[in-house]
């Protein structure tokens, strides 16, 4: 199962940068379609190319030793994978998973680095997302220490919407499960909890968000504390 194709969006990161930089930039990416699935690099491995999500988004998964995994960030539109380069570290922390299939601009680390250098506006935007990144993971750590599991799929389909911008999602329990790191039967209690509650419909795989604000409130305080956070902070000027 796949999870709904998402539309294309503009890359937010892309779009703060000076005109002149971000042409450059852009002039040296080139337009992919990632594929549901797709493991873009896993845990370990050399970081081959950046990746800035313009239709898809990407979950930043940490290994388990049993096998399974635990999804700790979520990459769409709003940012890049690939963050740890500004700290001239090739190595990636996590394995990246294509959760939303769709398109993405895609660089060479080395051709990044040159252009990083050569862009002061881009290494202050940089840092901002860095840290933004770094709240994020803390946040996820947190919730997942301290919230139960509707409050965190809550979350995680408030995360999903925005950076598919659409409110219907195809995707399975197992999935679910694996990404929140739960057993399977917590999260059928959870999703029908927020389905009696009219908040979303779930048949089959196929998910639909019916009420936005009522899910926010079933959420646990993670999705607007992270929301605020990037807001605050990359919002301001170059």
Same mark, same amino acid.
């Given at each position: 199962?796949?999870?709904? @194709? ?12 000076? #005109?002149?930089?971000? +042409?450059? !930039? %852009? ?6 379609? &990632?594929?549901?699935? +797709?493991? /873009? ?10 990746? #800035?999500?313009?239709?898809?988004? =990407? ?21 890049? $994978?690939? %963050? ?12 990246? $998973?294509? @959760? ?11 051709? #990044? *680095? ?10 202050? $935007? ?19 220490? !301290?919230?139960?599991?509707? +409050?965190?799929?809550?979350?995680? &389909? ?12 195809? =995707?399975?329990? =197992? %999935? /679910?499960?694996? *990404? /929140? ?25 196929? =998910? ?6 009522? !899910? ?11 929301? @605020? ?10």
């Amino acid at each position: 199962m796949t999870l709904i @194709q998402p539309v294309f969006a503009e890359n937010l990161l892309l779009a703060a940068l000076p #005109f002149k930089e971000r +042409e450059l !930039l %852009i002039s040296h990416c080139e337009s992919v379609q &990632l594929n549901f699935a +797709e493991v /873009l690099y896993s845990a370990g491995d050399r970081i081959p190319h950046i990746y #800035f999500p313009t239709g898809s988004f =990407i979950s930043l998964v940490t290994p388990l030793a049993n096998g399974a995994g635990l999804e700790v960030g979520l990459i769409g539109n709003e940012g890049m $994978l690939g %963050i740890t380069l500004p700290l001239e570290v090739d190595t990636a922390p996590f394995q990246a $998973l294509v @959760q939303g299939a769709g398109s993405a601009l895609r660089m060479t680390s080395a051709a #990044f *680095m040159h252009d990083l250098e050569q862009s002061p506006a881009l290494q202050r $935007l940089l840092k901002r997302y860095l840290y933004v990144s770094m709240s994020q993971l803390a946040q996820s750590a947190v919730c997942c220490r !301290l919230h139960m599991v509707e +409050e965190r799929l809550a979350r995680w &389909l408030l995360m999903t919407q925005d950076r598919a911008h659409s409110n219907n999602f195809h =995707i399975t329990h =197992i %999935i /679910l499960a694996y *990404m /929140l790191g739960v057993r399977r039967v917590g999260i059928t209690k959870a999703a029908s909890s927020l389905q009696r509650q009219k908040l979303i419909s779930y048949r089959r795989g196929h =998910i639909k968000i019916i009420d936005h604000s009522g !899910l926010e409130s079933a959420s646990c305080s993670c999705y607007l504390a992270e929301k @605020q956070t990037y807001e605050r902070v990359m919002n301001q000027t170059l």
